[in-house]
């Protein structure tokens, strides 16, 4: 042996194999939840939103068009005649709840969550074309403040610059987008999310 391999340090075991690293755990973490129905269905009345039954019927429609919608274009992306195509299936109520509050004024970007599109006025016809890689499809999109994302967690970026947009002119508007989880491991989507908090 060289004196020079003799006098290489070597780092201790507990270094080597990561002896002393702590891991976070969801007990770790204090995160706040906003719950208004009980396991057992019970529920808080006070916390409903103040709709008529023909707004609480909308949302429902809403929400089962969402599940049909989501399951049928699956089912074509499976005979192989659609591109890729992401499920939304069981956020439904996540999904459409949250758009019901959107303005004509809102941008909506969308990794997933395609029924926001529909509720703003997108077509069916439209979200089908633009998947079959007609892009004719996508026209419509912008006129209704909403735009897909096919490269996933993309959008962020874009959700930030256009929020700071109005934020710089002081418009009463918003800027949202829908993500699936993938999203989270994205440069992309801590670029924007960052951008935001600051």
Request: hydrophobic share 40%; glycine share 10%; with cysteine.
């Amino acid at each position: 042996m060289s004196d020079q391999q003799s006098s290489t340090p070597t780092p201790p075991d507990s270094v080597r194999h990561g002896a002393g690293m702590r891991f976070l755990t969801q007990t770790d973490l204090e995160v706040p939840t906003h719950q208004i129905v009980a396991p057992d269905g019970s529920y808080e009345a006070a916390a409903v939103p103040a709709l008529d039954d023909e707004q609480f019927r909308d949302l429902y429609r809403w929400m089962l068009t969402d599940r049909v919608f989501s399951r049928r274009m699956v089912n074509i992306q499976r005979r192989g005649e659609l591109g890729t195509f992401a499920s939304t299936r069981g956020q439904e109520a996540s999904i459409i709840g949250s758009a019901f509050t959107f303005q004509p004024a809102d941008w909506l970007f969308v990794g997933r969550a395609w029924t926001p599109m529909f509720m703003r006025g997108a077509s069916m016809k439209d979200m089908i074309l633009f998947w079959r890689g007609i892009e004719e499809g996508q026209k419509a999109f912008a006129e209704h403040n909403c735009q897909i994302a096919i490269s996933i967690g993309s959008q962020l970026p874009l959700v930030s610059g256009v929020a700071w947009g109005m934020r710089i002119a002081d418009n009463d508007a918003i800027s949202v987008a829908y993500l699936g989880d993938g999203a989270t491991s994205t440069g992309a989507a801590h670029e924007g999310i960052n951008q935001q908090a600051r």
